[in-house]
């Protein structure tokens, strides 16, 4: 059994499906020697000083008293830490010079244009030269964590600015990449001018294109894979409602500690499901294909994330499995 496309409520417009679209081959950079110096050179930027190696299951870790440096052995991503950043402070509140009111309610406060262009600029300055921003790049941008103090009924007594993150994004034949393995992100602490807490980078190089045919309709699309999710498929038997929020067509990065042969679109999906006989409502989250395996194959391309669920959901159904 599949759930009704008639079941679910969209209060999101459905996109529009091109004919075709390119499919990239990835391919994670591997701890040679240009990505041991641009280690070796990040670990001098943040004064980590030196460094011992550790092997484990998911990459090699070089540690030392000061911070960390993570090479994710499936995807070439890092993650570097300088443990004492911030280390001075007293409490989560920061004091950033150029600090101006936000836009919204969720960003109450943020850098003034200037302020935030030149940590972009010092970013990029830190970042381009060690090969850690992908050039297919769509975004760029500097946030502020906020910060509020309660009391102890739970009302705010204060607020104020937290760390900076200054967040770069990616987009592929135009359409964003989204997922954990697309992101190059730096944290910032406000001391010293400008002081760098943590360097995450998660961005594999685009290998061969090769064009992949799509279902003719955004309906046969979901077929693929929403309309056979088993936790929907359960809540839509019971009587639950189900709407979609959310439904854009994107391409998935998986997490960094995960191999993934190439890059492929599929249906970034958010929704509600309401309360009911199977108990209270909830939102959920979730990636699903918009092409089939076959069409893959069609296609001649093959791999694992091309005949799985990227979210590891598959259909209780076994006929409805890909792969």
Same mark, same amino acid.
């Given at each position: 059994?599949?759930?009704? $496309?008639?079941?679910?409520?969209?209060?999101?417009?459905?996109?529009?499906?091109?004919?075709?679209?390119?499919?990239?081959? $990835?391919?994670?950079?591997?701890?040679?020697?240009?990505?041991?110096?641009?280690?070796?050179?990040?670990?001098?930027?943040?004064?980590?000083?030196?460094?011992?190696?550790?092997?484990?299951?998911?990459?090699?870790?070089?540690?030392? +008293?000061?911070?960390? #440096?993570?090479?994710?052995?499936?995807?070439?991503?890092?993650?570097?830490?300088?443990?004492?950043?911030?280390? !001075?402070?007293? +409490?989560?509140?920061?004091?950033?010079? !150029?600090?101006?009111?936000?836009?919204?309610?969720?960003?109450?406060? =943020?850098?003034?244009? +200037?302020?935030?262009?030149?940590?972009?600029?010092?970013?990029?300055?830190?970042?381009?030269?060690?090969?850690?921003?992908?050039?297919?790049?769509?975004?760029? &941008?500097?946030?502020?964590?906020?910060? =509020?103090?309660?009391?102890?009924?739970?009302?705010? #007594?204060?607020?104020?600015? !937290?760390?900076?993150?200054?967040?770069?994004?990616?987009?592929?034949?135009?359409?964003?990449?989204?997922?954990? !393995?697309?992101?190059?992100?730096?944290?910032?602490?406000? +001391?010293?001018?400008?002081?760098?807490?943590?360097?995450?980078?998660?961005?594999?190089?685009?290998?061969?294109?090769?064009?992949?045919?799509?279902?003719?309709?955004?309906?046969?699309?979901?077929?693929?894979?929403?309309?056979?999710?088993?936790?929907?498929?359960?809540?839509?038997?019971?009587?639950?409602?189900?709407?979609?929020?959310? $439904?854009?067509?994107?391409?998935? =990065?998986?997490?960094?500690?995960?191999?993934?042969?190439?890059?492929?679109?599929?249906?970034? #999906?958010?929704?509600?499901? &309401?309360?009911?006989? $199977?108990? #209270?409502?909830?939102?959920?989250?979730?990636?699903?294909?918009?092409?089939?395996?076959?069409?893959?194959?069609?296609?001649?391309?093959?791999? =694992?994330?091309? &005949?799985?669920?990227?979210?590891?959901?598959?259909?209780?159904?076994?006929?409805?499995?890909?792969?």
């Amino acid at each position: 059994m599949t759930v009704r $496309l008639n079941a679910l409520g969209f209060k999101a417009k459905l996109p529009e499906l091109p004919k075709t679209l390119p499919v990239h081959a $990835l391919q994670a950079p591997d701890l040679g020697e240009t990505r041991r110096a641009a280690i070796g050179r990040l670990a001098e930027r943040l004064k980590l000083g030196s460094l011992r190696e550790v092997e484990f299951d998911h990459g090699l870790v070089l540690a030392s +008293e000061r911070g960390d #440096i993570t090479h994710f052995r499936a995807s070439g991503g890092l993650w570097a830490r300088d443990a004492t950043a911030g280390r !001075g402070a007293k +409490e989560e509140l920061r004091q950033w010079d !150029g600090l101006v009111k936000g836009s919204d309610e969720h960003q109450r406060l =943020a850098l003034s244009p +200037e302020a935030g262009r030149k940590l972009l600029g010092r970013t990029r300055e830190l970042l381009e030269p060690l090969g850690l921003l992908g050039k297919e790049l769509a975004s760029e &941008s500097v946030q502020l964590d906020q910060v =509020a103090q309660l009391d102890a009924k739970g009302r705010e #007594i204060a607020h104020g600015a !937290g760390q900076a993150s200054v967040r770069f994004h990616y987009a592929v034949a135009g359409l964003p990449v989204r997922g954990a !393995g697309a992101k190059t992100l730096a944290f910032v602490e406000p +001391e010293e001018g400008g002081r760098y807490a943590g360097i995450f980078h998660a961005w594999r190089p685009l290998g061969r294109e090769q064009k992949l045919q799509l279902p003719g309709t955004v309906e046969e699309a979901l077929g693929v894979g929403l309309l056979t999710d088993p936790q929907l498929e359960k809540y839509s038997a019971a009587g639950h409602k189900i709407q979609i929020d959310k $439904l854009e067509l994107v391409y998935l =990065a998986l997490p960094v500690f995960t191999q993934q042969t190439h890059l492929f679109p599929a249906f970034q #999906i958010e929704g509600q499901v &309401s309360e009911g006989k $199977l108990g #209270i409502g909830f939102f959920f989250g979730r990636y699903h294909h918009v092409a089939s395996p076959k069409a893959y194959a069609a296609a001649d391309l093959y791999g =694992a994330c091309l &005949s799985a669920n990227p979210d590891g959901i598959a259909p209780q159904d076994k006929n409805l499995q890909v792969g």
